[in-house]
Structure formats: structure tokens, C-alpha cells
């Protein structure tokens, strides 16, 4: 089912590994990408359970747009172990302008298909969705 204003499907694969990752705890990352010949969104890296959210930051690259959603596990006040699912929008500044333009309006319609997401990021650089940046947001 395409978007509109975008005209960009979601590929059944995003929704899928986005299960995996929210109920199976299967992947640690995912990283999406708009293949705008195809005119759809789809699943272009997966990380492992075991990876860091370095691994993740590296797997963004530096010129172009993505979205990621990352599994961030951590510890309350009260010492419990607790998981918040952050969506990332990457759109850094040295990306094309058409990219951030098809991103930006494909963005909440691609949020919309993958229920479960706690924290939303928009990041131009990686300063914008630190770790310290995640751990305000979680309250």
C-alpha cells in the first residue's frame, strides 16, 4: 500500500523483522532504506543481538538517509531491567536534498506501519541521537 503524498510502499519484510525485533528480541537494530526506483521502503541491515549501539551508529551512513529503529536496553532507579524501542530518522546534512525531501514526507506513514515504537529521534549528526540523548528521553 503506497503513501500519497510519497507514493512509497512498505516492503512486508520491514514489518516483519520489526516484529522479530519487538517479540523475539531477534535483532539488537534495523536499518531501512527507500529504494526510490522501487518506490518502497525496505530492510537494508540487521544487527545481532550481541551488537553495540557503536555497531549501530557506524551501520548510518554518512551521506545519505535512513531509518533505523534500535532495541536500547537499560536500568530504572528502582535497578529493572527495561527496553524502549527508538525510531531514528537519519537525515544528515550532506545527504541530497531530494533524499531528506522523500524521507521527511515518507516518515510518519513507514511510523505508522511499525507499531511498538516508544522514542522518536530526528538526527542530522550523530551528536543528535546519543546514547545520553536517548537515556533524556526515556521518563
Known amino acids: 500500500m503506497a503513501n500519497a503524498a510519497s507514493g512509497m510502499a512498505v516492503h512486508d519484510d520491514c514489518k516483519l523483522k520489526f516484529l522479530e525485533l519487538k517479540a523475539k528480541r531477534t535483532y539488537r537494530f534495523i536499518v531501512f532504506k527507500i529504494e526510490e526506483k522501487q ?32 532495541d536500547f536496553d537499560y536500568v530504572t ?8 524501542i527508538v525510531f531514528v530518522a537519519w537525515s544528515p546534512d550532506t545527504s541530497r536534498v531530494r533524499s531528506k525531501m522523500i524521507y521527511a514526507s515518507s516518515k510518519d506513514r513507514f511510523k505508522r506501519e511499525l507499531d511498538g515504537i516508544q522514542i522518536e529521534l530526528q538526527a542530522t549528526d550523530p551528536t543528535e541521537m546519543g546514547l545520553d540523548v536517548i537515556r533524556s528521553r526515556l521518563n
Open 39 to 70: 518506490k518502497q521502503v525496505t530492510v537494508e541491515k540487521l544487527g545481532k543481538p550481541s551488537d553495540s549501539y557503536e555497531d549501530f551508529s557506524a551501520s548510518l551512513p554518512a551521506n545519505e538517509c535512513r531509518y533505523a529503529v534500535y
Open 77 to 84: 532507579d528502582e535497578n529493572c531491567q527495561k527496553s524502549r
